[in-house]
């Protein structure tokens, strides 16, 4: 997978779960957290995490609001929503289902 390769609805689940993990995050620490948590073997621009961020945000699953940086500079800052959080908890066991199935065609050897 190339660095800017994403599978399709993988974003959504890596944001939601940033979220749930360290709690409200404005956009660039979402971003970091993302490159970090991939071994760098992601990366992040802008015009790719903001729209994932609106998208969730007008689809209810995260919520918004202005506060201050570490830097003390304004920023938005996103939270996990309760529905965001079951949509999380679904999309992880469907993916959870897709990993198991692939693995199934994946293995060497195991024609069973």
């Known amino acids: 997978m190339s660095k800017n390769d994403i599978l399709q609805g993988t974003l959504a689940l890596m944001v939601l779960k940033t979220l749930e993990t360290m ?3 404005h956009g660039y620490g979402i971003a970091r957290r993302i490159e970090q948590t991939s071994g ?3 990366s992040l621009n802008y015009g790719t995490l903001y729209p994932a961020l609106i998208k969730l945000f007008q689809q209810g699953y995260v919520s918004a609001e202005w506060g201050l940086s570490l ?4 920023a938005k800052f996103y939270e996990l929503t309760p529905a965001g959080r079951k ?3 679904a999309q992880t ?3 959870e289902r897709t990993v198991e199935l ?3 065609f ?3 050897g195991d024609s069973s």
Do not use: F, H, K
């Not at 830097?71 to 304004?74: D, F, G, K, T, W």
């Open 87 to 89: 949509r999380l908890a």
């Open 40 to 42: 760098g073997t992601l």
């Open 102 to 104: 692939l693995g199934r």
């Open 71 to 74: 830097n003390n500079r304004r």
């Open 23 to 25: 709690g409200p995050q």
């Open 106 to 108: 994946l293995v060497p």
């Open 93 to 95: 066991q469907d993916w």
